[in-house]
C-alpha cells in the first residue's frame, strides 16, 4: 500500500506503508542511531513524534521481548529508508511490521531519509502527516492543523498513574564466558546501598535497571506528586527522568521541584534537566531540529573530558536565564547549547542526555556512581 509523509510547509515524500493504515500526524524528527530502533520506538520521549531514521536499513534483528523502553510504542509514526523483511537475530521473536501491526503504528518505507534530514536540518523539526488514506494536498492540510509540540504536556499521558516499587529484571546482560565458568547470560546484582524516589515522567526501563545496579532501590512516583509527599517517603534521593513534550508548559511540576531543592540530594536527566533548569528560575527554549542519536559530543567543562553521548531532545536550557548560584557543567559541542547544571550550594545536578545510553554509547554511565556518592557525601 503506497502512503505519504506531507510536512506543513508543502514538502511531501511518497513510499510505501508497513504496519498499521490510517492517518497520523506528529512533529517529524530524524534519529541518528544506527542501531536501537526498538528502543527508539518504545521510548516515551518521542510520545506525539513521528521518527524519521537516517540508518538505511531498519529491522534487520527484528524486535524482541527484552529490549522495550516502555511496554507499548510512543512514536506517532516511523519514516525509514529500507524495511528487512527477513531479520537475522536469535532473540528475535517478531518482525517489525508485525510489531506495528499489532499495536496500530503507521510505518513508511521506500523514503529518501537523506534528503528529508537534509530539509528538516534547513527549514527545521516541523509538524507533519503520515496517511495511506489521504492525497497530497490533503495531508498537508492536516500537518497544518495538526497541534505544534511548543506548549504540550504529554507527560501527563505517560506517567505511571499509581507509585510502585521497581521489582523487573535489572540484571546487566551479558555474554556468557565460558572460560571464566560464568553460567548463564546475567551478571550478578549488588546489594541495595540507597532507597531513591524517581519522578516518572516517562522514564525508560533501562535507567531503572541502571540505577538498580549501581545499587539503588527506586520508587516510581506519577508527576503530580507532590513536594510533601515525596518528603514523607524520606527518601535518601531524588531522581528526575526523561520525558515528552515541552518543558516550558510543567509548570505544576516546576513548582513542586522548587519546594525540593535543598531539601535531599536530586539527580535529572533529559526532561528533568530542563526541569530543573525552570524551578531554578531559568528557561529553556526550543531547538530547531533537536539532538537525536548516540553520536552526540558534550563537553564537561570542569574535567576538559569530552564524551559521546546518547541524545533525544527538542529543547534546551537557557543558560543565560540560570541565576548565579547554578553552573553549567557541560555543553554540546556541535553547538554549544547546555548539557548539564549543578547548583553550587546544594546537592543537585542534572544533565541533558541519557546516561543510561539505551541505545547509544555508555561513555557517560558514571553519573549513576556519582549520584550515590553525592548521597553518601549528605549522609
Not at 332 to 349: A, M, Q, S, W, Y
Amino acid at each position: 500500500m503506497r502512503a505519504i509523509l506531507a510536512l506543513e510547509d508543502g514538502r511531501t515524500f511518497e513510499g510505501e506503508s508497513f504496519g498499521a493504515a490510517g492517518t497520523t500526524t506528529g512533529e517529524i524528527c530524524f534519529n541518528t542511531s544506527m542501531t536501537g530502533y526498538q528502543e527508539v520506538i518504545t521510548d516515551p520521549s518521542y510520545r506525539g513524534q513521528i521518527v524519521a531514521m537516517t540508518y538505511p536499513e531498519i529491522g534487520n534483528y527484528g524486535v524482541n521481548d527484552l529490549d522495550g523502553e516502555s511496554a507499548q510504542p510512543h512514536i506517532r509514526g516511523f519514516v525509514i529508508g529500507e524495511l528487512c523483511a527477513a531479520p537475522s537475530n536469535w532473540r528475535a521473536t517478531m518482525l517489525l511490521a508485525d510489531y506495528f501491526s499489532n499495536h496500530g503504528v503507521l510505518g513508511i518505507e521506500d523514503i529518501d531519509t537523506r534528503a528529508l534530514t537534509k530539509h528538516l536540518r534547513s527549514r527545521g523539526a516541523m509538524r507533519s502527516c503520515l496517511s495511506t488514506e489521504l492525497g497530497s494536498a490533503e495531508a498537508v492540510e492536516v500537518a497544518r492543523q495538526s497541534p505544534s509540540m511548543e506548549g504540550m504536556d504529554y507527560v501527563k499521558e505517560v506517567s505511571t498513574p499509581d507509585s510502585y516499587l521497581w521489582s523487573a529484571e535489572s540484571r546487566e546482560w551479558t555474554i556468557p564466558n565460558v572460560c571464566s565458568g560464568q553460567q548463564g547470560h546475567y551478571l550478578p546484582l549488588c546489594d541495595v546501598r540507597h532507597r531513591i524516589v524517581a519522578f516518572d515522567f516517562g522514564i525508560k526501563y533501562n535507567i531503572l535497571r541502571r540505577l538498580r545496579q549501581a545499587g539503588f532501590e527506586v520508587e516510581l512516583l506519577n508527576a503530580r506528586t507532590s513536594a510533601s509527599e515525596v518528603l514523607r517517603r524520606s527518601p535518601d534521593g531524588i531522581f528526575l527522568s526523561n520525558g515528552p513534550g515541552d518543558p516550558a508548559a510543567l509548570g505544576y511540576i516546576h513548582e513542586e521541584m522548587r519546594q525540593l531543592i535543598g531539601k535531599k540530594p536530586i539527580f535529572g536527566i533529559c526532561l528533568g534537566n530542563q526541569i530543573l533548569g525552570h524551578a531554578f528560575g531559568g528557561k529553556t527554549f526550543k531547538l530547531k531540529f533537536g539532538h537525536r542519536g548516540g553520536n552526540q559530543p558534550v563537553k564537561d567543562l570542569r574535567s576538559g573530558k569530552i564524551s559521546i553521548t546518547s541524545q533525544n531532545h527538542g529543547f534546551a536550557v537557557d543558560p543565560e536565564s540560570l541565576p548565579a548560584n547554578v553552573e553549567v557543567t557541560h555543553v554540546n559541542l556541535n553547538d554549544g547549547t547546555v548539557e548539564g547544571i549543578r547548583h553550587k550550594e546544594h546537592p543537585v545536578f542534572s544533565v541533558q542526555y541519557h546516561p543510561e545510553a539505551s541505545p547509544g554509547p555508555n561513555d557517560a554511565a558514571y553519573f549513576f556512581r556519582e549520584f550515590a556518592e553525592m548521597i553518601d557525601s549528605v549522609k
